[in-house]
């Protein structure tokens, strides 16, 4: 048993060796001076102070008047400090099915001050509750105080802010057409493609104030295609898709209420892909005296997936292959041109072997210039004498040579031009990116009536 309490005797013992030094002790030698003074005046005074237990319940007498004075603040022992609680909601209390409430933060500081021991006891107890209350208002603009609830009464604080200027309007509602978009098509397998998405309304209501309202550009529902588990081809249901009102600039408008607030859709999932040839397209200026005699590329056709709208006008998958200052056969790695829409290539490189040769030339007259991109009911024609053109060609002769008149093409781009006479350039291309095609005739006067 002498174990057992041996740890709380020496507790006691530690306490008892605080309290004669901080107490017991300076207070004796208080009594003993003041006895000191008074010996020869009270004798029985004197006989008092003398005996052994009347220091000890002095001692006490005052270490419980302390204890007192301090336990109510009388007498602060410690430094005052503070701590900053960030983030907290505000409840806001008032009519929701009748009023909008505007102008609230959404978090509010709260700042606590007292000593450290009411501080901790501040934070760990509660939910740091912020209230608004409202439920006195009706429409109109005030100035309102929050009100925070916390149960330790030694601790002050301090909200940052402490005061918010609210307007309070009636609540009115509208039908709104809803129309969705997709989020997250980065994270969907790069095959597939979302073709179609069946929303289970075509309408919803909105409600808020009548200003609130008048700014609802589009109400949409966002569909996080994330969320989409197929790796082929089919159909899944996404539930608790989320709506967002929007204004005339995309601004997301928090304020408005809709209902319902979620709904669900049903996405389509494609695998939609077509089989384009590669084209090589050559840039820059062959080393002088220089041309290509043969261009073999190691990629000849590509199966390319994404949206059906992009890939139906594409008859090709582009590799530019830059042969600046070129003057001997070269194999170069070059990419393969991946146009906005396509969101997967089974191939994206390929290698090109050159071949070069010496540079010939040949003249080809008599190519009739084509008009494109004219206004609709526009009916250009181009001036007397200047409807043919010749064109001289560059590359090795066995090339040139194998160059009919009709895989040589002139035109001139009418975008943007009304009736009236104007000079236009004239471009000229072949069906062989080896040849390298020179207009006699930069610019030629086209009329359009």
């Not at 179609?196 to 309202?213: H, P």
């Not at 890939?311 to 582009?318: F, I, N, P, Q, W």
Request: proline share 3%.
């Amino acid at each position: 048993m002498s174990k057992i309490f041996a740890p709380i005797i020496w507790i006691f013992k530690i306490i008892y060796k605080i309290l004669d030094v901080l107490l017991i002790t300076p207070v004796s030698k208080i009594i003993y001076r003041v006895r000191g003074f008074l010996k020869d005046n009270n004798s029985r005074f004197e006989k008092i102070l003398n005996r052994p237990n009347v220091l000890v319940y002095l001692s006490l007498i005052c270490a419980g008047i302390m204890f007192l004075l301090v336990d109510h603040n009388v007498i602060n022992l410690t430094e005052k400090e503070a701590e900053v609680i960030e983030g907290q909601k505000i409840n806001i209390i008032y009519n929701d099915e009748a009023y909008v409430v505007e102008g609230v933060p959404d978090t509010v500081d709260i700042t606590l001050i007292g000593s450290k021991s009411s501080i901790y006891l501040a934070t760990q107890l509660g939910e740091h509750k912020i209230d608004l209350d409202l439920s006195g208002y009706g429409p109109g603009t005030y100035k309102v105080n929050l009100k925070y609830n916390h149960s330790v009464e030694s601790v002050t604080y301090k909200l940052d802010p402490a005061t918010v200027t609210v307007k309070i309007s009636e609540k009115v509602s509208e039908v709104e057409p809803l129309t969705y978009d997709l989020l997250n098509q980065n994270k969907l397998d790069k095959k597939l493609s979302v073709s179609k998405v069946v929303l289970d309304t075509s309408e919803v209501i909105a409600k808020s104030s009548q200003e609130q309202l008048n700014k609802i550009a589009t109400v949409k529902a966002l569909i996080d295609t994330s969320k989409i588990t197929l790796k082929e081809s089919g159909t899944q249901t996404l539930e608790d898709v989320e709506l967002v009102a929007y204004d005339d600039v995309g601004n997301r408008l928090d304020h408005v209420e809709i209902v319902p607030s979620k709904i669900t859709a049903q996405v389509t999932i494609d695998s939609y892909h077509v089989t384009l040839p590669v084209k090589t397209v050559v840039t820059g200026n062959m080393a002088s005296g220089k041309a290509i005699a043969s261009l073999t590329s190691s990629v000849k056709n590509v199966d390319v997936y994404g949206d059906k709208d992009v890939l139906d006008k594409l008859t090709e998958v582009e590799a530019k292959v830059d042969v600046e200052g070129l003057s001997e056969n070269k194999k170069l790695s070059v990419d393969l041109i991946r146009v906005n829409g396509v969101r997967y290539m089974t191939e994206t490189k390929t290698n090109i072997d050159i071949t070069v040769g010496n540079e010939a030339q040949r003249e080809i007259g008599g190519i009739i210039v084509s008009a494109i991109n004219a206004g609709t009911g526009l009916v250009p024609q181009a001036a007397q004498g200047e409807r043919e053109i010749s064109v001289i060609l560059k590359g090795t002769q066995e090339v040139i040579n194998a160059i009919q008149d009709n895989q040589v093409f002139a035109t001139v781009d009418l975008t943007g031009l009304g009736k009236g006479s104007y000079s236009v350039p004239v471009t000229v291309t072949t069906s062989d990116e080896k040849v390298i095609a020179i207009p006699t005739k930069t610019e030629i006067t086209v009329n359009i009536h």
